[in-house]
Structure formats: C-alpha cells, structure tokens
C-alpha cells in the first residue's frame, strides 16, 4: 500500500507536519512546545494517529479498513526491522524510531484499537468506552512522554485520564458529525438512562432535553478524568514538571472545550461549538507556561 505523494516520501517530516496541520488544529497548536529537535517525531507520532483515527471514515466498508489496519500493523513490524515501507508517516517515524526508544507495542496497542472499532464503533457502557480511549488517546500521550524520555508512573497515570478526558470530548464535539451517519458516540448507558431517542436525533439533528442530560453526564465524566490527572500534581502545587508540558498542553483544549459546552447548556448542535474558539492559542500559551490544565 505504498503512497501516491512522491513528495511525502521525499520529505517525509513535513508531509506530517502539514497533515497535522491539516486535520488537528489543536494537536499543531501545541506542537510549538516540543524541542525544535523534537518536533518531526511529535509529528511523525501524530499523523499516525490521526491516520488510524479516519480509516473508518475514508473506506467504503470494514473490509477495507481492516486491511489498512494490517498494512499498519506490518508497517510497524518493518520499522522495527529497519525495512519501513515507502509510505511518509511510516517512514517519519522509522527516522523518529533511530532516534529514541519507541515501544512498538504502543503502536500496536493504538492499531487493534481502531481495528477493534471498525466493526464495534458504538459502546454499551462508560467502562467499555473508557478502555478504549485508553488504548488510543492514552497510549498516544505514552509515546509522546517516551518522545521526550520521561519514564515516570506518575506522569503516565495522568496522561491515561487526559487521554480519556481528550478521547470523550473530542466525541462530544464531534457528535453531529457522527449523527448525521446514524452512529450514537454516547454510550448506551448513559443515552437509554436519560431516554434518548437516538432516531430522533439522526434525522432531525438537533439537541434536546434528554440529549443535553446525556451529553451533561458523559461531560461530567470527562470533567473528573482532568480533575484526577491535576490530583496527580497535588505535591508541586497542581503545577506540571516543565519538561512534561508539551505532552499535557493536549488536555487545556480539553477543559476549554468543556467550559464552552457548558455555556450553551450542554447542546453540542449549538453553532458556536462547531467553529475555532479564537481564545484558545491564548489560553494554550497562558497554560503552558502556567504549568497548569
């Protein structure tokens, strides 16, 4: 499954670089806090990510996607052997791979995830959900701690609920999206609780009391998950290691994503969530070098 960009494979640090830029505006934003002789592998790292995350979007049926999966899967196997394909994310993070220690098992863990969700995308429940957005968003703030060479159990566990947090947000925000393809991003749980009516919500697309309940109590979640990654800081005064930011800059869109949803009650078809918060490259900045999410 080679590439058909000669450009990419020719310059494969800024084929990344303008694929993240391209599809997680959030994810460049922060990019500006890596080491400037870090920032090809935060990208490489990245537009790997965001690749696995819209094969589901961009195939016409599962079959399809699980072999994209497996070209993944071997493609990690390769880079591993010093032979990656002539693909630019694969070759971006064969450079990234000779120059620290990236465990290909996080790679892998990243890959049967979203393999896992091309056949499953709904979840029943809060803890079904929440292992997968452990093995996706989590895991990918894992590499990125290794990126930086900061082995800590501390630092991981509050990476594993900003990587929750990060994951239930971005499917909150992303809500209309996925209704108007007849999928429920919420869990079941929490939907038939507040009684949701999920037929309702695909053909006429917009929010209601029960659904702003729902949406309320899966926020509400998310919220707890970033206030246990701050717990994990109590001892430095909830201020994060300086050297460790880059990686938890990803969770201050987070908690201004969160705030905003509040402010319109907790309807995500509200116009003003569906564009850029023009704050935010402030808020990012002024979090940053607070130390703090």
């Known amino acids: 499954m080679a590439t058909s960009s000669g450009a990419g494979t020719a310059n494969p640090a800024e084929y990344c670089r303008d694929y993240v830029r391209k599809h997680d505006y959030e994810g460049f934003l922060t990019s500006q806090f890596y080491p400037r002789h870090l920032q090809g592998g935060y990208f490489a790292i990245k537009a790997f990510y965001i690749e696995l995350a ?60 979203r393999d896992s969700e091309l056949s499953a995308p709904a979840h029943l429940t809060v803890d079904s959900l929440t292992s997968h957005a452990e093995a996706t968003a989590s895991t990918l703030l894992y590499l990125l701690l290794s990126l930086l060479s900061l082995p800590s159990s501390v630092l991981s566990h509050a990476a ?76 430095t005064g909830n201020r994060v290691p300086q050297e460790a930011m880059p990686v938890f800059s990803a969770a201050i869109p987070v908690a201004s994503f969160l705030q905003r949803l509040e402010v319109v009650n907790f309807n995500v078809f509200h116009p003003s969530l569906q564009g850029r918060d023009w704050k935010l490259p402030w808020q990012v900045w002024r979090g940053y070098y607070k130390r703090t999410f």
């Open 160 to 235: 594993s609920h900003v990587g929750v947090a990060q994951s239930f947000s971005t499917l909150i925000r992303a809500l209309p999206f996925h209704a108007s393809k007849g999928r429920m991003v919420i869990p079941a749980e929490i939907t038939a609780k507040h009684g949701v009516n999920q037929q309702r919500i695909f053909t006429e697309r917009d929010s209601s009391k029960a659904l702003e309940d729902a949406v309320f109590e899966f926020a509400t979640v998310a919220n707890d998950h970033l206030i246990t990654a701050r717990d994990m800081f109590k001892e």
């Open 54 to 113: 819209t094969i589901q979007e961009s195939v016409s049926n599962t079959t399809l996607g699980h072999m994209r999966m497996q070209f993944w899967r071997d493609a990690i196997k390769d880079i591993s052997d010093n032979r990656p394909p002539r693909h630019p994310i694969a070759l971006a993070l064969y450079e990234t791979s000779q120059r620290g220690q990236l465990q290909p098992y996080h790679f892998k863990r990243i890959i049967d995830a």
